[in-house]
């Protein structure tokens, strides 16, 4: 009976090591995926800017469309707070950045040659599962711009 109970007692106390080491690696790794969307939306942003000519409508526009999924909490996976493309949530937008909150918040600037505006404010993803934002080329009274959107379908 004593050795059961020194058992379990060793069980819990390396399970309470343990666990913290567990979040910072859910944590991390979701932190790397979402890192990996902002490249992913940074490099689409200067493609277009670079390769493509703007149009008038976002209708005629040069697109790209990039897709990407938040993950649910799980054992490998920490759930993301929000996703928020060019600002803050529930602030303004036209930002060039991506904000995220994984086990704390974060911000990083896009680096594009032309500005970027979000004509209904930041876009923001809350919810676990696949998403996809639209970036599209559109020339402005003061020049280009990237025009960034929820893309439709999801």
Do not use: C
């Not at 567990?22 to 939306?41: H, M, P, S, Y």
């Not at 990407?68 to 036209?94: E, H, M, N, Y």
């Not at 809350?126 to 402005?140: D, F, I, N, Q, T």
Request: aromatic share 4%; charged share 25%.
């Amino acid at each position: 009976m004593i050795r059961l109970v020194v058992a379990a007692a060793l069980a819990v106390a390396t399970l309470a090591v343990a666990l913290p080491a567990v979040d910072d690696a859910r944590a991390a790794r979701t932190d790397a995926a979402i890192e990996g969307t902002v490249d992913r939306i940074e490099r689409a942003g200067r493609s277009l800017a670079t390769t493509e000519d703007a149009t008038a409508t976002r209708e005629t526009a040069a697109t790209r469309r990039i897709e990407f999924r938040l993950p649910a909490r799980s054992i490998a996976a920490a759930k993301p707070a929000f996703v928020a493309v060019g600002g803050q949530p529930d602030g303004p937008g036209d930002r060039p950045t991506v904000t995220y909150a994984v086990s704390s918040s974060r911000r990083r600037h896009l680096r594009l040659p032309v500005p970027l505006r979000t004509p209904e404010g930041p876009v923001v993803f809350r919810e676990p599962g696949r998403h996809a934002v639209s970036l599209a080329l559109v020339r402005s009274n003061d020049g280009p711009e990237l025009v960034v959107t929820r893309a439709a379908g999801w």
